[in-house]
């Protein structure tokens, strides 16, 4: 079955510095990929859909600039947090979906989540 | 964009007994419905999915309904094990966007 990967799967940061998360699709092309934001105990939020070679969309109140997002090719989606604070603390989980097998009625695949602290 | 509403937000059922978790969306133009099952600190891990061309699909011990015209589904587990304690999440993707908007999950606890 199609495997989304990310990395890292915890990290640790300093208020101030910036922090790169990675979503590989590893056997499939996805052209669009999907950033969630998850806080404890609640629901996933939907904060950005990156499209390979374009720019990507943000949900209102997601801040652009804060949250960069780069999707360089058919596999790897990129999400840079900026800037962090403890406020950024939350689980991101990117997803994908294998839309050459079913295009818009396929499943979606998560990745493993990355759960960042700020400190 | 759409808006999914899922209730209830906690259930607790005895092992064997059935467990019904229900959602709302309000965009007429979804057209496929999945549902999702996360464990702690895991990915979510899909479980069931509808299309709107379809009113029910059945996999095992887990169904799902679909009603269009009021804008509901529902996931129904029956003969529920301890195993399937779990937040349950119900999702609606709409045609052209391509997007996943959650429900805001329910914790199941199956109590053996």
């Known amino acids: 079955g199609a495997v989304v990967s990310q990395h890292p799967s915890w990290v640790i940061c300093k208020s101030g510095t910036s922090v790169k998360i990675e979503c590989r699709s590893l056997?499939?092309?996805?052209?669009?990929m999907f950033w969630y934001r998850q806080f404890p105990k609640q629901s996933l939020m939907l904060m950005a859909t990156?499209?390979?070679?374009?720019?990507?969309?943000?949900e209102q109140g997601v801040e652009k600039d804060k949250f960069l997002i780069n999707h360089a090719s058919l596999t790897l989606s990129t999400l840079t947090v900026t800037s962090a604070h403890p406020e950024d603390s939350s689980f991101y989980i990117c997803?994908?979906?294998?839309?050459?097998?079913?295009?818009?009625?396929?499943?979606?695949?998560f990745g493993n989540g990355t759960r960042l602290t700020v400190t | 964009g759409e808006n999914v509403e899922q209730h209830p937000s906690t259930l607790s059922v005895q092992e064997g007994d059935s467990a019904v978790i229900k959602c709302t969306y309000s965009?007429?133009?979804?057209?496929?419905f999945p549902w999702y099952k996360q464990e702690l600190g895991k990915r979510p891990q899909l479980i069931i999915d509808?299309?709107?061309?379809?009113g029910e699909k059945k996999d095992q011990r887990i169904a799902v309904t679909l009603n269009k015209t009021a804008k509901h589904f529902s996931l129904h587990i029956t003969e529920t094990q301890p195993e399937d304690s779990a937040v349950y999440f119900c999702?609606?993707?709409?045609?052209?966007?391509?997007?996943?908007?959650f429900g805001t999950g329910t914790s199941l606890t199956v109590i053996p």
């Open positions: 997803s994908a979906r294998d839309g050459g097998r079913a295009g818009y009625n396929s499943p979606l695949h």
């Open positions: 056997d499939f092309q996805a052209t669009t």
């Open positions: 990156s499209n390979e070679g374009s720019k990507a969309t943000y």
């Open positions: 965009d007429s133009a979804s057209n496929y």
């Open positions: 509808i299309r709107s061309n379809v």
């Open positions: 999702a609606a993707s709409l045609t052209a966007g391509n997007q996943f908007y």
